[in-house]
């Protein structure tokens, strides 16, 4: 499975952007497909994660600013980021993980500035 991630850029605080993670490959039986970021100096966390069937779990921090929607025909995520804040700056990474499977795959990363 291949991962290609898009969408990063630099916006000010308050902006949006949409992040969008189209798989490839052997990719027909993606069952979990997430967003993770990593700001420098921290740990890779997980922003928001999204099963087959739709059922979506964010991280606390951006509940209610973030959605994450997937086209399972198109085997992409998509991560609207809405009200967005200078913490919000990290390279954001989307992962998938197969149906049977505990191996994950990882996007190459996309970068996200917030500018205050």
């Known amino acids: 499975v291949q991962l290609q991630a898009s969408g990063g850029g630099l916006v000010q605080a308050g902006g949006s952007l949409r992040l969008s993670c189209v798989a490839s490959g052997s990719s027909n039986s993606i069952n979990v497909m997430s967003w993770y970021r990593q700001a420098p100096g921290n740990s890779r966390e997980l922003v928001a994660g999204?099963?087959?069937?739709?059922?979506?779990n964010y991280a606390d921090s951006v509940k209610g600013r973030f959605t994450m929607s997937r086209d399972n025909a198109k085997n992409t995520a998509y991560l609207q980021m809405n009200s967005l804040k200078p913490e919000d700056t990290a390279v954001y990474y989307c992962?998938?993980?197969?149906?049977?499977?505990?191996?994950?795959?990882w996007g190459q990363g996309t970068q996200v500035t917030i500018s205050s």
């Open positions: 999204s099963t087959r069937g739709n059922i979506t």
């Open positions: 992962k998938v993980r197969q149906l049977f499977s505990i191996v994950d795959y």
